[in-house]
């Protein structure tokens, strides 16, 4: 979806996010006090499907601040694991974040609870262009006519995701049209404006150039900082780049987590991706 033509304004690489700028003071702070509680709480979550079990006793806690990536051969469970925590699979145990029970909620209600995904394949609005995806994000409250028409104000949270997503130019462009990583941008900046406080990236750089991964991985860094973030990546350089922990999947069962030097030298992780033959770089 890289070179699709446009007559209107080109999806050019550039801008990328702005993670420094004015936008993300205000969309992120910097008062790390104030959500410096939210954590993510996994105990004992098991999904079966039919007789099959993809995710068994999984405990998983991975607290704001701390940048988690989950990893783990193909069939492992980790997406399976998100959609669990986002309601999209039944699943028993338990997940909690910010104090509220997940599992058994609901998807919608669960996305109220504060609780943000993505998916391996980007789910933007393809025939609305940017402002609109993000509009409806933020949940602006209109109908279909208003929101198709050009406004004059633009709500100051979408303003500020614009920027921190580096997307600003690229507003009134039809999001179709976007390049493959803008897309994923522009999904986590719907997230921002949904004020996601936990957000599970499932493989956010896939397909992305090298200067695009290098752009995403600094966004995660800075919403890393203030949210709850979970990345699962087969990509192990971008893992190596950007991940403060690691949590490594294998058969639908938590097999190693610690720092990615921890993990890498972890003889049963080794193990497990010698013999899977997963080489390094390689995507699912
Ligand atoms: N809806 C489903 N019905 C039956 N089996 C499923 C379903 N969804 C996933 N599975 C199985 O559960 C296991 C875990 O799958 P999952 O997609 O969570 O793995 P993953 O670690 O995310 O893999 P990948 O890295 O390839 O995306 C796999 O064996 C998969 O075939």
């Known amino acids: 979806m890289t070179d699709l033509p446009t007559t209107t304004e080109p999806a050019a690489i550039e801008p990328e996010p702005d993670t420094t700028g004015p936008a993300a003071e205000a969309l992120l702070g910097t ?12 105990r004992g979550l098991r999904v079966t499907f039919g007789g099959f079990v993809a995710v068994r006793d999984v405990d998983l806690t991975v607290t704001q601040g701390d940048l988690r990536f989950l990893i783990g051969p193909n069939g492992a469970g980790k997406t399976t694991l998100i959609d669990a925590i986002t309601g999209l699979v039944g699943a028993t145990g338990s997940a909690r974040f910010g104090g509220t029970e997940l599992l058994g909620r609901g998807t919608h209600r669960i996305a109220r609870d504060g609780v943000g995904r993505t998916f391996q394949t980007a789910s933007v609005f393809e025939e609305l ?44 462009t039809t999001a179709g049209v976007l390049a493959h990583g803008q897309k994923q941008w522009l999904e986590i900046g719907m997230l921002l404006v949904q004020d996601a406080h936990l957000m599970l990236l499932d ?82």
């Open 129 to 172: 262009t940017v402002l609109q995806n993000l509009d409806i994000a933020a949940g602006a409250r209109r109908g279909p006519s208003t929101l198709l028409r050009r406004r004059r104000g633009t709500p100051e949270a979408v303003e500020q995701a614009l920027e921190l997503v580096g997307l600003g130019a690229l507003r009134d």
């Open 203 to 284: 493989e956010p750089v896939a397909g992305m150039t090298q200067a695009e991964r290098e752009a995403t991985g600094e966004l995660l860094r800075r919403i890393g900082s203030q949210r709850v973030v979970v990345v699962v990546e087969h990509d192990m350089e971008f893992l190596r780049s950007y991940a403060d922990s690691v949590t490594v999947m294998h058969q639908g069962r938590v097999l190693a987590e610690g720092t990615v030097a921890e993990v890498q030298n972890d003889p049963a992780v080794v193990e497990v991706y010698l013999g899977a033959t997963h080489t390094d770089d390689e995507e699912a």
């Open 31 to 42: 008062d790390t006090s104030r959500f410096r509680h939210d954590y993510l709480e996994v």
